[in-house]
């Protein structure tokens, strides 16, 4: 049995179903006007090329109907015969008003260009942002409508009222919401990795809310920070149903996710600034400055953790750069290159929320000493706040260059206070 075969029993939600060239036409109303009309990819087994999927996933795209018709989202470009099946089993495509783009990421755009061929009248309606983005999925001039916070569409007995959520995860992120049926539709937002038979998440047998948290630490923790800024804009609205772009349509975990979300992304910064000193050292000697730098951060009133790196679990380095003010990397050079440990770090910064966050770097070294101005570079290219002086001392510090890393020290703890 494949896992996708017990992820949900059969709830008969299916109507509309007929069959297509080599798959199942079945959309799913969810609401007064609102029908499912995506594409289940049960046998993805990793997403955006390092995201393990045990379970695939569905590339939800849902058609709202009043007097008028919007498409919102379109699915990754080989199943756009399916999808087309589905809008055309509701309506016929040259009929179809409106195109929502809530974000132009492939797995979400890749029918445009042909719905547009097959749809000329329609219009495609995107956050201003995401306009460059349209513009280089279509590669032509076609019109484009854009619109800001609460703009609303009116489609003749119901209505959609955008919300831009920038970098939730995209920068062209946009939601809206239908009041009428009480539908957020939220992009990737509250999303996940799930397909199953059932659309709803009442009907998952897997753990949801632990895919859930791992949908969030994978794509939507790096952005805490915008996420976290934008979340207000869903306050005061009735939402009754959040409509995501994968995984089920949540009916009974709305309001528990869209509160998990609020709760993952408070600012863990607040209180007295913190610093994580982050080094390894294979003869003590990157160690020895590691110690003296956070004696100095210390004497200037800074809380710290010293943390020896080939013994910090990935998780616990994850949460300390996310509550850490700024981050000091002792690094050797070995080779000319900072030593594994040290760029493995350096790639957990991605997955949290780390821009604009102050740095420094320091080590001991041999005879290059390249390391250290390596992992500068990389911290600044990842929009860190980096001091701009390395500290570096040749083999094992000599008493004059301990003072020299103390007085460091201070004046990284005066870059920190900035
Ligand atoms: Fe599911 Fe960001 O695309």
Redesign the pocket.
């Known amino acids: 049995m494949t896992p996708s075969a017990w992820l949900s029993g059969s709830v008969g939600e299916n109507d509309n179903t007929t069959t297509g060239e080599d798959f199942t036409v079945n959309t799913v109303q969810i609401s007064k006007h609102v029908w499912w009309a995506g594409v289940k990819d049960p046998d993805l087994r990793v ?2 090329i390092v995201m393990p999927t045990q379970y695939g996933t569905t ?1 939800n795209a849902y058609v709202v109907r009043g007097e008028k018709t919007a498409l919102i989202d379109t699915v990754k470009k080989q199943f756009s015969a399916e999808y087309f099946a589905k809008v055309e089993s509701l309506v016929p495509l040259d009929a179809v008003d409106y195109l929502i783009v809530n ?1 132009t ?4 755009s890749g029918a445009i260009a042909e719905l547009l061929k097959q749809s000329p009248k329609l219009q495609i309606v995107c956050s201003g942002a995401a306009l460059p983005f349209v513009r280089n999925v279509l590669n032509d001039d076609t019109p484009l409508t854009t619109v800001k916070d609460d703009a609303v569409i009116d489609l003749g007995g119901v209505t959609l009222k955008f919300k831009i959520m920038p970098y939730m ?2 920068p062209d ?1 946009m939601m809206e919401f239908c009041p009428e049926d009480k539908v957020l539709f939220s ?2 937002g509250f ?1 996940s990795h799930l397909s199953g038979e059932s659309v709803f998440d009442e009907d998952t047998r897997v753990d949801l809310p632990r895919e859930m948290k791992y949908y969030f630490d994978a ?1 939507m923790r790096p952005f805490s920070g915008y996420i976290r800024r934008n979340m207000p804009k869903l306050d005061g609205l009735d939402i009754d149903m959040v409509a995501p ?2 995984g089920p349509v949540l009916r009974k975990y709305a309001a528990q996710f869209i509160q998990d979300y609020r709760d993952w992304t408070v600012d863990k910064l607040a209180g007295a600034p913190r610093v994580t000193i982050f080094y390894v050292s294979n003869y003590g000697n990157t160690g020895l400055l590691a110690e003296a730098i956070d004696k100095g951060l210390t004497e200037a009133g800074l809380k710290t953790d010293l943390v020896e790196l080939s013994t910090c679990p990935v998780e616990k380095a994850q949460d300390l750069i996310e509550r850490s003010a700024a981050i000091l990397i002792g690094t050797p050079t070995f080779n000319s290159d900072a030593p594994r440990p040290v760029w493995d770090l350096m790639n957990l910064f991605s997955t949290v929320y780390s821009i604009g966050k102050k740095a420094a770097v320091f080590g001991s070294y041999g005879w290059g000493g390249e390391g250290t101005k390596l992992i500068a570079e990389r911290l600044s290219s990842m929009k860190l706040k980096v001091y701009p002086e390395t500290y570096r001392a040749r083999l094992i510090p000599s008493a004059k260059e301990m003072t020299e890393v103390h007085d460091f020290a201070r004046k990284v703890a005066e870059f920190v206070r900035e």
């Open positions: 997403f955006d590339y974000h990421e492939p797995d979400h995860h995209w992120t992009c990737d999303a794509i772009s994968h």
